[in-house]
């Protein structure tokens, strides 16, 4: 379960928008269900109005703590009421995506670097193992990541090469970076594949949104951008198909960029 602040539209009526403001509007809470036996609850108010932050805390009760808010809205210090910030979902989206654009190169000659410090993706690499044949991977977590590539080799004759961080400067092919852009910079010569960051680094491609199906757009409360509400799905309501979605869209120094403008990039990118 989680809760939701959103937004809606402007209440008609002078007198009514200026008392709004003035003194903020009634805090209630709407209940979604979603799948089996979770839901989320969803508080709307509209935007420029004063909210009653203490109503609010007091509706939503526990689940105040880390609400889905809208990403504009300023949280007053005690109120007791703090932000969800996703931790899950986005990286596997860049996983996602990069093993659909690899999927439509199919290339063994691209060799692939992937940087899973925490070792938290390693049931995700399967994917990417069928369509490439050079895969090296930099974790700090060796010892899980060898066992994963034990069973790799057995099922699937892939052999992935396990690095710990430092052990040598990546150069050309492409750079799987699901937990952030800060080694883009390091990865000289190579095609990275990003989340979305503010100054995406001029050899990167960074993954956008996320291509939610219809049924969960439409349960989507207005003022909640449609990746955060999926990760809320995702790791508060265990909507695990959520999981296995890629990118609504992506981009490459600062423009969009078609999965097949990606494609053809990464083609260039053999070893």
């Not at 010892?143 to 710990?164: F, N, Q, T, W």
């Not at 961080?165 to 390091?186: D, H, K």
């Not at 990760?231 to 423009?255: D, T």
Request: aromatic letters at 6%.
């Amino acid at each position: 379960m989680f809760a939701v602040l959103a937004y809606r539209e402007e209440a008609a009526g002078r007198l009514c928008r200026s008392f709004h403001r003035i003194f903020g509007e009634k805090i209630a809470a709407d209940r979604t269900p979603v799948g089996q036996g979770e839901c989320f609850f969803t508080a709307s108010v509209t935007p420029g109005t004063r909210i009653r932050w203490d109503d609010l805390f007091v509706c939503m009760g526990r689940l105040s703590r880390e609400m889905v808010l809208p990403p504009d809205l300023e949280i007053p210090d005690g109120c007791g009421i703090t932000r969800f910030v996703p931790a899950a979902l986005e990286p596997r989206v860049v996983m996602n995506t990069a093993a659909a654009l690899l999927a439509r190169v199919h290339d063994p000659r691209i060799p692939i670097t992937l940087v899973d410090l925490r070792g938290n993706l390693c049931s995700m690499l399967i994917p990417i193992v069928r369509c490439c044949a050079s895969v090296r991977v930099v974790t700090e977590n060796t010892a899980l990541y060898a066992g994963v590539c034990e069973r790799l080799m057995d099922e699937y004759g892939a052999s992935v090469l396990v690095c710990p961080p430092g052990s040598g400067i990546v150069r050309g092919g492409v750079a799987v970076l699901p937990f952030g852009a800060e080694q883009a910079s390091a990865m000289e010569g190579s095609l990275c594949i990003i989340p979305s960051v503010p100054d995406p680094p001029g050899n990167a491609i960074a993954v956008q949104g996320l291509g939610l199906p219809e049924e969960y757009q439409k349960m989507c409360p207005s003022g909640i951008p449609e990746l955060l509400f999926g990760a809320a799905l995702y790791e508060k309501c265990s909507v695990r198909e959520i999981g296995a979605l890629a990118a609504e869209s992506l981009s490459f120094a600062g423009k969009e960029l078609s999965f097949a403008e990606a494609a053809r990039r990464i083609a260039l990118c053999r070893g």
